[in-house]
Structure formats: structure tokens, C-alpha cells
């Protein structure tokens, strides 16, 4: 068979294979500082955000769930895995994600991804609101050339002092300057002529960062290179017993539901972009939870679908999972071959791309918007924003998905109360709506201010439901007003029965 038909008969098999290979190289350019920075933010080796990105295009890639999704390394979780790795150590990161994609898997085959969806969007975009501002604090450091604190308000309580003590060092200033430099690329890059936008921002960024410490001898720190192979420590028997503590248990938590969240959220907004196939959202987070089992297994980072690197293959022309299968190639390709290079790659310029990451995720536009329609919903992304940022990840999320629940139970807690009082003869205290325990105060304070030297007629045809809370504070109400009053109250409806 010659050449020519060859590829004709390899085409007519995969019709879309141009459009995937192009859409490839475009990830990979975009995929390949992401994960190296994600990975030196994360206080691990850059190389584990590497075998993250790899498996995240082999295995996940090559699964059934979302067909255009890319996953890899999320600047998502950089926080919560910098945290584990300073509480635990690093040995202990790959037990923590193992752990975390068994749990995924499991919910995947229970169907329980679909559930992920019910999450209030306020929760998910505080989270990562949270997320951003803890980012942008701690980024803020190695942008300047000095060691970042610990907790999210020691990183905001420091960035003064730390900027008065870069003011008169030559290096630290030299380093801000560069990571500057990188930011100004990424914004200004999307302004740039068509041709040129051709190379993916952060891709253009680091590779300018990288010539201007080269050329200029800016005394800056750069990537440490350990070798791929050398970076991959699979989890030890000692590791996976550790995770029985109630901190490692909370972090494993941490870790499962944020990135399955964060991956089926992802995959709703993916599936806005394109006319293809929908996303099977169980399937998918089995997908995910088979990637994150692998990168424990090969002590790596947690991957999550990550919107940026989706969105660059969606508007590449990618048309099916082939893409994000050859971007996995690509990147396996690049650690084996050019390791070395990475040690080119200035931590500044690193710093500088996280920084924009973070600022990405912060709703800073949409938040006014969001406070003059429903300040409700604002009020639960601001709250669990800051809880993030001042407390922890988990402790934050939490805190928000309560602050959630509680307000959609007020809202649901419509209730009316219509007193008809004719100034002689008896009063009638019309309830409708739903009368819960959120709204017991209200409803005592109505109730008992009616007087006592004439009849009162309770009427609840109007409620939709009445809570036991409700039922028995109403109920010991008639009780005492009956006992002060005049004659017992009439309830003209029933009180109904849990």
C-alpha cells in the first residue's frame, strides 16, 4: 500500500486527527509551565506536576466521561496540597491522593456525580475566590525573592514588611521586576495580533522571563531539576497508615471534594463551549478518580479538569479525547527528553503566572453584580472566601456550604401572618406560607401581642408546611392564651402532624 493511501485510509479511520493533533500542540504549550508552576507553588519537586499532566492526558484522557475536558495540575489545589505537604510531609502526599481517587471512583459508581451540580455556585466560586486571594498572597513571596509564612493571614500580614525589605535589596528587586514583566506579557498578550496569540500566553511569558534573566544576568532563582524518576516516590506502607489521624482524614476529604467539584463544574462550563457530545458526569468523575489513584501511586500531585487547558483545546479545533491524549504524549515526551531545560525557567516568571491565575479566580467583576441581584448569594462567596483565606481550605468550604443551607432554608421560610382585628368580636390570625423553626421568633412575637380579653381563631389553611418546631410552639401558645384568655383559641384548620 503506498503513502498516500496510507494516510487516506488512517483518516477515513480518524476523521478528525489534524484538528487533534493541532489542538494538542496548542495544550501541551499552554499545559507545560502551568504544571511546573503549579508543582514549585505546591512545595514539590516541578517534575511531579509534570507526571500529573502526563497521566492526566494518558489515563484520564483516555477514559469516558467529558471528551474535550484536559486534566492535570490545578492551581485550585495548590493551597490545600501546600498544606498537607508542610503537615504531613511530602512521602505522605501520594497516599492522600491514592486515597482520594478510590473515594472518587466509588462515587462515580454509586452516581453520585451528578449530585456535584447541586452545590450552591456562590460555595464553588468563594472557594476558589479564597483560593486566588491565598494564591496571590503566597506568590507574592517568591516574587520578591523571600520565604512565604505559613497561614493565609500570616502570607496578608507579611507582604508589607516584605516589600520594605525588597525595597533595598537588589535581588529581590530584580526578581519583582521580572515577575512583573511576566504579568504584563499574560495581560497584554490577548492584545497582541492574531499570528502571534498563535503561542499560548503563559508559554510566551516564561520564554521572554527566561532570555531576560539570561541576557541581562539577573540574579534570580531558577527551577531545581531532580530528575523525573528521581521525583517519583510511590506512597509507603508507613504513609497510607498515617492517614488514619483525624487531620489526614479531614485533608483527604479536603481533597475529594474539591477536586470533583472542581472537575464536574469545570466539565458543566466545557460543554457551553462546544456542540459535541455532553458530559457523562459519574463516568467522568471515575475518570478522574483512575488519574488521582495513578498519581498516588506515583507520589504525585492531585489533578483536576482544569478549565484553562480546556477551553485552549476547545478553541484549538479539538474534536475528540485524541487531543488530550497527544498533549499526555507530549509532555511524557518532554520530561524524557529535555528535563534540563526546566532549569532554565526563572521562579519569578513562575510566581508571575500564578499570580494572574489567582487573579482569574477571583469574581472581582462579577461580585458587585452579584450584591445588587442577590446579596444572599454574595454574602455566602464573600464569607467563604474569607473563612479560606483566615482559617483553612476545608474549615472554609464548610463553613460555606452551612452558611448555604442555612440561607435557602430562610428563603424557603416564606410565611405571613394577617391579623383582621374589627375592634369588636373576635380576632382572626390568618398564617400562610411555610412556617419553620428559622421562623418561630416572628411568629411569637405576632401571636402573643394579640389580646387576650377577646377570642382569637388561629387559621392554618394557608400553610404549606409546619415544621414540628413550629407545631409544638404553636400548640403550647393556644395552651397558654386559652388559659389567660377569655374562651380557648379556635384553630379553624388542623394542626398538622410530622
Not at 466509588?106 to 491565598?134: C, D, K, T, W
Not at 469545570?266 to 458530559?279: I, M, Q
Not at 455566602?380 to 476545608?394: C, G, Q
Not at 382572626?428 to 421562623?439: D, I, K, P, Q, Y
Request: net charge positive.
Amino acid at each position: 500500500m503506498s503513502a498516500p493511501t496510507a494516510t487516506k485510509g488512517l483518516i477515513s479511520r480518524a476523521p478528525h486527527l489534524r484538528q487533534d493533533f493541532a489542538a494538542s500542540l496548542v495544550v501541551f504549550l499552554v499545559a507545560l509551565p502551568l504544571c511546573v508552576g503549579v508543582a514549585v507553588a505546591s512545595g514539590v519537586p516541578a517534575e511531579l506536576g509534570l507526571v500529573t499532566g502526563i497521566v492526566g492526558g494518558l489515563v484520564t484522557g483516555l477514559m469516558r466521561g467529558s471528551s474535550l475536558q484536559v486534566s492535570g495540575p490545578a492551581a485550585g489545589l495548590t493551597v490545600l496540597v501546600y498544606e498537607a505537604v508542610q503537615e504531613f510531609g511530602l512521602p505522605a502526599l501520594g497516599a492522600i491522593v491514592l486515597v482520594t481517587g478510590v473515594l472518587q471512583i466509588l462515587m462515580g459508581l454509586l452516581r453520585l456525580g451528578r449530585y456535584f451540580r447541586a452545590i450552591s455556585v456562590s460555595v464553588v466560586e468563594g472557594m476558589l475566590a479564597g483560593i486566588g486571594l491565598v494564591l496571590i498572597a503566597g506568590q507574592l513571596y517568591p516574587a520578591m525573592a523571600a520565604e512565604a509564612p505559613g497561614s493565609g493571614l500570616a502570607k496578608l500580614a507579611g507582604l508589607p514588611r516584605a516589600l520594605l525589605h525588597a525595597t533595598g535589596d537588589g535581588r529581590a528587586l530584580a526578581s519583582l521586576a521580572l515577575c512583573a514583566g511576566t504579568v504584563a506579557v499574560l495581560v497584554l498578550w490577548r492584545r497582541t495580533p492574531a499570528r502571534v496569540r498563535t503561542v499560548p500566553g503563559p508559554l510566551a511569558a516564561v520564554v521572554l522571563a527566561a532570555l531576560a534573566a539570561l541576557v541581562l544576568d539577573l540574579p534570580v532563582a531558577t527551577v531545581e531539576v531532580s530528575g523525573l524518576l528521581d521525583s517519583v516516590k510511590p506512597p509507603s506502607a508507613d504513609s497510607l497508615a498515617g492517614l488514619a489521624s483525624a487531620g489526614a482524614v479531614g485533608t483527604v476529604v479536603a481533597f475529594t471534594l474539591i477536586a470533583s467539584a472542581e472537575s464536574l463544574f469545570s466539565a458543566a462550563a466545557v460543554d457551553r463551549l462546544h456542540d459535541g457530545p455532553r458530559t457523562a458526569y459519574d463516568r467522568e468523575l471515575i475518570a478522574q478518580g483512575a488519574g488521582n489513584s495513578v498519581c498516588g501511586l506515583l507520589g504525585a500531585l492531585p489533578m483536576t479538569a482544569v478549565i484553562v487547558r480546556s477551553a485552549a483545546n476547545v478553541q484549538a479545533g479539538a474534536r475528540t479525547k485524541a487531543s488530550r491524549v497527544l498533549h499526555g504524549v507530549w509532555l511524557l515526551l518532554f520530561a524524557a527528553l529535555l528535563p534540563d531545560v526546566l532549569a532554565w525557567i526563572p521562579l519569578p516568571a513562575l510566581a508571575g503566572i500564578l499570580l494572574h491565575s489567582g487573579a482569574r479566580l477571583v469574581p472581582v467583576r462579577t461580585l458587585g453584580a452579584l450584591w445588587r441581584e442577590h446579596r444572599g448569594e454574595a454574602l455566602v462567596l464573600a464569607v467563604t472566601a474569607v473563612s479560606i483565606v483566615a482559617v483553612s481550605m476545608f474549615e472554609g468550604v464548610l463553613i460555606g456550604l452551612a452558611l448555604a443551607v442555612v440561607k435557602t432554608a430562610w428563603e424557603a421560610s416564606h410565611l405571613r401572618l394577617e391579623v383582621v382585628d374589627k375592634g369588636a368580636g373576635p380576632v382572626e390570625a390568618h398564617l400562610s406560607g411555610n412556617a419553620t423553626f428559622l421562623r418561630l421568633p416572628k411568629i411569637l412575637d405576632s401571636l402573643e401581642s394579640l389580646p387576650q380579653d377577646r377570642p382569637v381563631r388561629l387559621d392554618l389553611s394557608g400553610l404549606h408546611h409546619l415544621d414540628h418546631a413550629c407545631r409544638t410552639a404553636l400548640e403550647n401558645w393556644a395552651g397558654r392564651h386559652s388559659a389567660a384568655g377569655t374562651e380557648p383559641v379556635r384553630v379553624t384548620a388542623p394542626l398538622p402532624r410530622p
